[in-house]
């Protein structure tokens, strides 16, 4: 497809659930959890929220980290809007715990750089870190698993070439 124009918008899951009802987007990869009706899903993989540190810290020699312990670190977040920011909000909701966010970006090199100088923790999805170097991924005592979706608008058109780099992202997440 040589005169395809793709064009990549980075932002959170709410944002992209709204752009994508909006029609604003075509396609958007979210957290296949509280999907509009107005949208179609395919799932693309499951991956593990993690703990993820410096491997100087101590939580790096554990086999895994609890919710308590964790939420008593100097922690580097996505800002609201991310699922990884949902997930940290509803865990502190569930189990009344009060994080200390010392750092808010949408960047997650600088979320991995400031993890990287063991100036903070953070949470993300396993498959974020599996080839990092220079952080460690521990999982957390209660084990989360978040379901990554393809969505598109069910009243919208997809295009051959949409449709097909749909099939090429499934088969990526396949590998």
């Not at 029609?23 to 957290?31: S, T």
Request: charged fraction near 20%; include cysteine.
């Amino acid at each position: 497809y040589p005169n395809l124009k793709l064009t990549m918008v980075e932002a959170g899951t709410q944002s992209i659930r709204k752009m994508l009802v909006d029609g604003e987007l075509d396609l958007g990869v979210i957290i296949n959890e509280n999907v509009p009706d107005s949208l179609n899903v395919e799932h693309l993989l499951t991956s593990q929220m993690v703990a993820v540190v410096s491997p100087e810290h101590p939580f790096a020699r554990q086999k895994q980290v609890n919710f308590d312990d964790f939420f008593q670190q100097e922690m580097v977040m996505f800002k609201t809007g991310y699922f990884h920011r949902e997930f940290i909000d509803r865990v502190c909701s569930d189990y009344q715990l009060e994080p200390k966010i010392s750092f808010e970006t949408n960047l997650l090199p600088m979320i991995l750089n400031i993890v990287r100088h063991d100036f903070a923790v953070s949470a993300l999805l396993e498959l974020v870190t599996e080839h990092e170097s220079g952080v460690t991924a521990v999982p957390f005592a209660t084990p989360v698993y978040l379901d990554i979706a393809m969505a598109w608008r069910k009243t919208g058109y997809l295009s051959l070439a949409e449709r097909t780099f749909m099939d090429f992202v499934k088969q990526h997440c396949q590998k």
